[in-house]
Nanobody, 122 residues
Framework: QFVESGGGLVKPGGSLRLSCTGT????????MAWFHQAPGKEREGIAC????????NYADSVRGRFTISRDNAKNTVYLQMNSLKPEDAGVYYC?????????????????WGQGTQVSVSS
């Protein structure tokens, strides 16, 4: 249902841009979020965007470094990741959610795709 792409290996301080598209599913009627699962840790919400892109919400750990955006005409949500740190490594997933409240309250209504792997290492 969701297809994430754009992951890879990057050095600390580097940047990546992740993409999420819906297969057989239209994203523009939904609030969307990116979740991050670090090795050995639980999946956690990090960035959320409303249907028209007017409002965004971020976890404290990524605020100021990551930017979520969307292009509804392309049925795609993006995550621009700058100033990457080793602790940003892991698998990144997108899903539908509600953006109200803190990231811990974002419920992944849409389930999970395969995710995209991000590695941050020198």
């Amino acid at each position: 249902q969701f297809v994430e792409s754009g992951g890879g290996l990057v050095k600390p301080g580097g940047s990546l841009r992740l993409s999420c598209t819906g297969t057989g599913f239209t994203l523009d009627s939904n609030e969307m979020a990116w979740f991050h699962q670090a090795p050995g840790k639980e999946r956690e919400g990090i960035a959320c965007i409303t249907r028209n892109g007017a409002l965004t919400n971020y976890a404290d750990s990524v605020r100021g470094r990551f930017t979520i955006s969307r292009d509804n005409a392309k049925n795609t949500v993006y995550l621009q990741m700058n100033s990457l740190k080793p602790e940003d490594a892991g698998v990144y997933y997108c899903t539908t959610t509600g953006c109200a409240g803190r990231p811990g309250a974002w419920y992944p209504f849409g389930g999970w795709g395969q995710g995209t792997q991000v590695s941050v290492s020198s």
